[in-house]
């Protein structure tokens, strides 16, 4: 299931890259949430979840789903402002392969539980080989930009830190219920963020498709199989198996866009691939026991 949102995920940039008339990636991050938040209260009230119970019930996890949509809006709304300093290939490597670091870390200082040498060779093998694909598919942004780097090192923190919160909450709560709460807490922010840091919107009739697969399935759906999937593996190689996301842009750049990448990228391709198998025969190797919640 986490591999699974992994590939969803990566579909986003081809998505994104055929999406036309739009003012501001800001109102793209918007509008993902927006419509992954919607999803999720309509399958919570189809599914007849008491999503409301925790957070009427529970300061603790209340506090902690606040903080969870805290993470959400800030990952969209630095990750795209730091795609458009740095450049697509660079931001993205840099968001998206400093994650598996961040939630190691996080792991080990907040939740007293350290990684083993295998999940470790595993998660630098695969954020070598992220790099390395970038790197020979070559940069339109030559120039460092140090605040569009902080900004892309925020989002990758952000979002380990939105998994590792993930990853208790759904201990005592449908991962759903606790999706919908993260999601509408992080609608509340990124409205005015949006609003704040962007034109009004303006979006042709012929990109409320894009967004609508961008919202409901590379957000909603991906982050539903997230949630359910945190309840058997740790939150830190939740985090790592992501790097799919990378590994599907990769191929969709080279099946759909054309691009002929060079015989390092490929090498830099099997590197993540063996990295991320690694992970998973890590993991494989503990025993989770979720907590499912009616």
């Keep these: 299931m986490a591999l699974g949102a992994a590939v969803l995920w990566g579909t986003t940039g081809t998505a994104q890259a055929l999406l036309p008339g739009i003012s501001s990636p800001y109102w793209i991050g918007f509008l993902r949430i927006a419509l992954a938040a919607a999803f999720f209260v309509v399958f919570n009230l189809l599914n007849r979840k008491r999503s409301a119970r925790l957070m009427l019930v529970e300061p603790s996890a209340r506090r902690m789903v606040l903080l969870a949509g805290g993470c959400i809006a800030t990952y969209n709304l630095a990750f795209f402002a730091g795609v458009k300093a740095t450049g697509v290939a660079v931001g993205t490597v840099v968001a998206i392969g400093s994650g598996p670091l961040c939630a190691g870390v996080l792991q080990a200082i907040f939740l ?5 040498v295998m999940w470790w060779t595993g998660t630098l093998l695969g954020v070598a080989g992220g790099v390395t694909m970038v790197a020979a598919r070559g940069t339109t942004h030559p120039e460092i930009d140090v605040l569009g780097l902080s900004l892309c090192l925020a989002a990758g923190l952000a979002y380990s830190a939105y998994t590792l919160l993930t990853k208790r909450l759904v201990q005592m709560e449908s991962p759903a ?6 999601f509408v807490v992080a609608g509340a922010i990124a409205l005015p963020a949006a ?3 962007s034109e009004p919107l303006s979006l042709s009739i012929d990109g409320w498709g894009v967004i609508l697969y961008l919202g409901l399935v590379a957000t909603g759906i991906s ?4 949630g359910h999937a945190l309840q058997y593996i740790s939150g830190s190689t939740g985090v790592t198996l992501a790097l799919a996301e990378p590994l599907t842009a990769f191929l969709l750049a080279v099946l759909v866009v054309g691009e002929r990448p060079t015989i390092y990228a490929y090498g830099g391709l099997a590197m993540a691939i063996l990295g991320l198998l690694i992970v998973m025969r890590s993991e494989l190797q503990f025993q989770y026991k979720p907590a499912v919640v009616a």
């Excluded at 982050?223 to 997230?226: G, I, M, N, P, R």
């Design 112 to 116: 007293k539980r350290s990684q083993s």
């Design 177 to 182: 219920a606790i999706t919908m709460w993260s």
């Design 195 to 197: 609003t704040a840091l």
């Design 223 to 226: 982050y539903l199989l997230f």
